[in-house]
C-alpha cells in the first residue's frame, strides 16, 4: 500500500555530487526514522545515514562530512547530498523508512526499490 520511491542516481566523476530523493506515496504523521542504505557488488546492505523526528543524525563513518541526509515533511520526503563522491561509493541506494501513516495512523516500515549511484571516471 505505501511505497518508497528513489530517484537522482546516476553516473558521476569521482569527487562529484548527487542528490537521492526518497518519495513515500502516502502522508507521514511521525517519523520514528528515514534512513538511507546502499549495497555494492557483492556486498551486504549497509547504513548510510539515518534522520529521526528530532532532526537527529547519523552516518557511517565512510560518508561523514561528505553526505547529509535532511527531509521535508510536507512533501513526505527524504534526501541525501552526496558530495567529494568515491568510487567505493558506487552502490545502489535504497530508501528505508519507519512512519506512521496519517491515513490510517498505522505503522509502516519498508524500503524503496533503490537507485544505482556509479562513481567512475
Known amino acids: 500500500q505505501v511505497q518508497l520511491v528513489e530517484s537522482g542516481g546516476g553516473l558521476v566523476q569521482p569527487g562529484g555530487s548527487l542528490r537521492l530523493s526518497c518519495a513515500a506515496s502516502e502522508s507521514i504523521f511521525t517519523t520514528y526514522y528515514m534512513a538511507w542504505y546502499r549495497q555494492g557488488p557483492g556486498k551486504e546492505r549497509e547504513l548510510v545515514a539515518k534522520?529521526?523526528?528530532?532532526?537527529?543524525?547519523n552516518y557511517a563513518d565512510s560518508v561523514k562530512g561528505r553526505f547529509t541526509i535532511s527531509k521535508e515533511n510536507g512533501k513526505n520526503t527524504v534526501f541525501l547530498q552526496m558530495n567529494r563522491l568515491k568510487p567505493e561509493d558506487t552502490a545502489v541506494y535504497y530508501c528505508?523508512?519507519?512512519?506512521?501513516?496519517?491515513?490510517?495512523?498505522?505503522?509502516?516500515?519498508?524500503w524503496g526499490q533503490g537507485t544505482q549511484v556509479t562513481v567512475s571516471s
Open positions: 528505508n523508512a519507519d512512519v506512521i501513516i496519517q491515513r490510517t495512523m498505522r505503522r509502516f516500515t519498508g
Open positions: 534522520i529521526t523526528n528530532s532532526g537527529s543524525t
